[in-house]
């Protein structure tokens, strides 16, 4: 069963606009990981924010922020005025008792001048 | 350099063909990671060593086989790929995969194409 659900395959927006992506997780423990990467077009993927369970406070850096609500098991994730070097795909994962992530399936991300 | 860096970025081989890919961490780190990201599907973890030590293997093909001479190297090496396997290949790293919750440092990755 997919752990991790990233409902938006893709997103178009305009320069300047907000985008919100969606990021739903399952799972039966009570601690656990959740993970924002970005992958723009050259390939590699990068970190962009780690929050614990424990931590429901919602994060602001820049024009990201992110939104975690335990009760509805989402990590959603915003980007205010949207720039096209904001252009990638992103992935939200999650980790729950070891090392290894479960990744979404990802949300590409396009904004147009 | 830093980061976390991968050696080729672009790969063509045919099916008889072996080569190898190359990661390199500059960070510190005692974990490395092998992923494989295919068109359509989710990331899907290959390979973990935690000092140098093979931990994680997950149910990938003989034709692959990994090695970490050291925490700062991991190696790739390729034989007899077939056409499904064309992918881009990244790396991680992180400080300890032993540890839970760790956050995973990738590299460009290598884009492979088996003709």
Redesign the interface.
């Known amino acids: 069963a997919q752990k991790v659900t990233q409902a938006q395959t893709e997103i178009s927006v305009v320069e300047k606009e907000d985008v919100t992506l969606d990021c739903v997780y399952e799972t039966r423990d009570t601690t656990y990981y959740l993970f924002w990467y970005k992958q723009p077009p050259s390939g590699e993927l990068v970190f962009l924010i780690r929050r614990n369970s424990f931590d429901e406070q919602n994060e602001i850096s820049g024009r990201y922020s992110w939104n975690f609500q335990k009760s509805t098991s989402s990590f959603n994730f915003t980007i205010t005025a949207s720039q096209v070097v904001d252009s990638a795909v992103y992935f939200c994962a999650l980790s729950e008792n070891d090392y290894k992530l479960s990744f979404g399936a990802g949300t590409t991300v396009t904004v147009r001048a | 350099e830093t980061g976390v860096t991968q050696t080729p970025r672009h790969l063509v081989m045919g099916m008889t063909n072996k080569k190898s890919l190359k990661c390199e961490q500059h960070l510190g780190h005692n974990?490395m990671y092998w992923y494989k990201q295919s068109a359509k599907k989710?990331?899907e973890?290959m390979f973990?060593y935690s000092l140098e030590e093979r931990v994680?293997n997950n149910s990938v093909p003989s034709r692959f086989s990994p090695e970490c001479p050291n925490s700062s190297h991991l190696f790739l090496h390729l034989h007899t790929l077939q056409p499904e396997d064309s992918a881009?290949y990244?790396c991680?790293s992180?400080q300890d995969?032993?540890?839970?919750?760790?956050?995973?440092?990738?590299?460009?990755?290598t884009?492979l194409l088996v003709l």
């Open positions: 974990a989710p990331l973890l973990v994680e881009l990244l991680a992180s995969s032993g540890a839970w919750g760790e956050t995973q440092y990738f590299g460009p990755g884009r």
